[in-house]
């Protein structure tokens, strides 16, 4: 396939900037298949000097697929599908763990397409970690205790701040009821490329099933640290007009929390998953 535009690897495990798109104008068929193509090679795609209007932001999303409204996150007066994460001293993040977005639906987002608005003078970077290549790090025999499990995910958990705060309970009653919690195989493969990654993050994943709650609890320790080791990240230093477009499929993400009382603000429109995790072909390990 001929690439419409320039890819630059950024790390070893995941992420490449792509330079000679214009995000913000109708993309052609071509530049499509070639960007969701590039998205399941390197996880994480990264575009700086973008100018993309609310009604635009939208059209890019649904390029890729149907797009998923987030139910706990505002919109402030803008199109349903685009979510709004914004950060001030009045209203700093919740967010801190590590996580896959909403992995407590029973198809999980594909991805998401996240634009800066507003960026500190200083901090405010965000860290994507490949779960193919924590998967791949990991022993034959890990791989093999793994390969069969399956893992709870919780809304409830994810957003247990935002419930124990005064009225949350009363606002997110919707979110709670239209999400109970969900069981996923601990490791999936991709639906594209097939490789298999890890499937499980502290945000979401509350225990391992069939397992005894200690035990549980120690392979969910032990992972959640695994997949945060260095050489299978990537750091984003946002600017103003800076776009991240991860695969949630085979990603997790964190912000940095550390750029204090200054003002941070991104728009962000998540596409649907066409499929339940479970669907896709399960993980195979050769025996030693």
């Not at 634009?115 to 970690?129: H, K, N």
């Not at 409830?156 to 701040?161: T, Y």
């Amino acid at each position: 396939m001929n690439v419409p535009f320039d890819l630059l690897p950024v790390a070893g495990a995941l992420g490449a900037e792509v330079r000679g798109v214009d995000l913000g104008a109708p993309l052609d068929d071509a530049t499509v298949t070639a960007l969701g193509a590039a998205l399941a090679e390197h996880l994480v795609l990264f575009f700086h000097d973008q100018a993309i209007a609310p009604d635009a932001q939208v059209a890019l999303g649904e390029r890729f697929g149907s797009l998923d409204v987030h139910p706990a996150y505002s919109r402030a007066g803008l199109p349903a599908p685009l979510a709004v994460l914004e950060h001030t001293a009045e209203r700093p993040s919740l967010i801190e763990e590590w996580h896959t977005d909403m992995t407590f639906r029973a198809c999980p987002p594909l991805g998401s397409i996240l634009q800066a608005r507003v960026v500190p003078e200083r901090g405010g970077d965000t860290l994507w970690s490949s779960m193919h290549a924590a998967w791949e790090a990991l022993s034959d025999r890990m791989q093999r205790l793994l390969s069969d499990m399956t893992a709870i995910h919780d809304f409830r958990l994810g957003f247990r701040h935002s419930l124990a705060a005064p009225g949350g309970p009363e606002r997110l009653a919707a979110a709670v009821a239209a999400n109970p919690p969900v069981e996923h195989p601990v490791v999936r493969r991709h639906p594209v490329t097939g490789r298999p990654g890890l499937f499980v993050n502290q945000l979401f994943t509350t225990h391992l099933v069939g397992v005894p709650e200690a035990e549980s609890r120690a392979l969910l320790d032990f992972l959640f640290r695994h997949v945060t080791a260095p050489e299978f990240t990537v750091r984003f230093r946002w600017r103003a007009g800076s776009v991240a477009f991860w695969d949630n499929r085979a990603t997790q993400h964190r912000p940095v929390n550390d750029h204090g009382p200054q003002h941070r603000l991104l728009h962000r429109v998540t596409i649907q998953g066409d499929r339940p995790v479970g669907m896709h072909a399960p993980v195979a390990v050769a025996v030693a």
